[in-house]
């Protein structure tokens, strides 16, 4: 996928901007793969007979694919210009997820800081998965990376539509 015209630049985006993706069900299939591709497959993931005896009574989606899933979720809310996910400052796992439950993600902006002599900008995060029941699940920040639109020097023609750099058309 490239980026199209709605893909917003780091100077798009402002403190404090928030949004909520769309709803995503979490499958029992999700869970096998998420097992399968990482290798865990603790039994309090995959394992029902082992799973009632703990106190979730079933199993429970892996703290991590849940993470992944919201991550895919945020890709596009907002659809923004991104290089890179540079690091996730930090990350809670605060209530269980279970096949059938349905997550959203919601997020905010919190920090812009320009780097690359404005060529682009890092973004800190709040990230926030809530279920279906308006619970929070999981909760952090991550730091991504941006493209910031293109700078207009002095003497460059400007494209149509765009304002010249000294502000008249």
């Known amino acids: ?7 917003l630049y780091f100077d798009d985006l402002e403190v404090g901007q928030e949004w909520d993706s769309i709803g995503r069900t979490v499958t029992e299939t999700d869970i096998v793969n998420f097992a399968g591709f990482s290798g865990d497959f603790n039994p309090i993931h995959i394992d029902h007979e082992f799973a009632r005896g703990t106190p979730f009574r079933r199993p429970i989606a892996h703290g991590f694919g849940v993470f992944s899933i919201a991550s895919g979720l945020g890709v596009m809310t907002p659809p923004v210009r991104t290089i890179a996910l540079l690091r996730v400052r930090f990350w809670n796992f605060l209530l269980p ?3 059938g439950d349905t997550i959203r993600c919601h997020t905010r902006v919190v920090e ?4 690359g002599r404005g060529k682009r900008g890092e973004v800190v995060w709040y990230r926030g998965i809530v279920n279906q029941d308006g619970k929070t699940v999981q909760e952090g920040e991550v730091v991504t990376l ?6 207009v020097r002095v003497g460059d023609p400007v494209a149509v539509g765009e304002p010249s750099a000294n502000g008249t058309d």
């Open 1 to 7: 996928m490239s980026f199209s015209s709605h893909h």
């Open 97 to 99: 997820v279970f096949a």
């Open 112 to 115: 812009k800081t320009v780097k």
């Open 146 to 151: 941006l493209e910031c639109r293109p700078l």
